[in-house]
């Protein structure tokens, strides 16, 4: 029974939520990123590279933490710490260690646990995903 609950964890996809717990999307452990409507939306591979619908690089995520467009212009960053900040090094939110998600002044967002904190970061701070 424990082996079946891992292998449900480790191939399941996590929930995004908004601040009033309605389901907004979701970010698969291979990096896709899905629409409320479960159509895919975009992907983040695992060297970091952002993709979105249309499978066009939009996008990279650092080793870092540094994210940066597809023209290589610095936008953001996570710190290690799950603390997001623009291209002026402002602080514009966080993504906690227990997934919840909370903007400069510390509201909450939203939420998504399990998988890295720079996926959940790029899907609500950065406007990669957009349709």
Avoid: Y
Avoid at 85 to 98: F, L, Q, W, Y
């Amino acid at each position: 029974m424990i082996f079946i609950l891992s292998f449900v964890t480790a191939v399941g996809a996590q929930t995004v939520r908004n601040a009033s717990n309605a389901q907004v999307g979701k970010i698969e452990n291979d990096g896709t990123i899905r629409s409320a409507s479960n159509s895919t939306i975009g992907k983040i591979g695992s060297d970091g590279t952002i993709r979105n619908a249309s499978n066009s690089m939009v996008g990279k995520i650092g080793s870092d933490g540094t994210i940066r467009n597809a023209s290589n212009t610095q936008i953001g960053k996570v710190d290690s710490d799950g603390t997001v900040r623009n291209s002026s090094n402002a602080h514009i939110g966080k993504v906690e260690s227990d997934g919840t998600v909370r903007d400069a002044s510390n509201a909450k967002m939203g939420s998504a646990s399990g998988v890295k904190k720079e996926w959940v970061a790029v899907f609500f701070f950065f406007d990669f995903f957009t349709n």
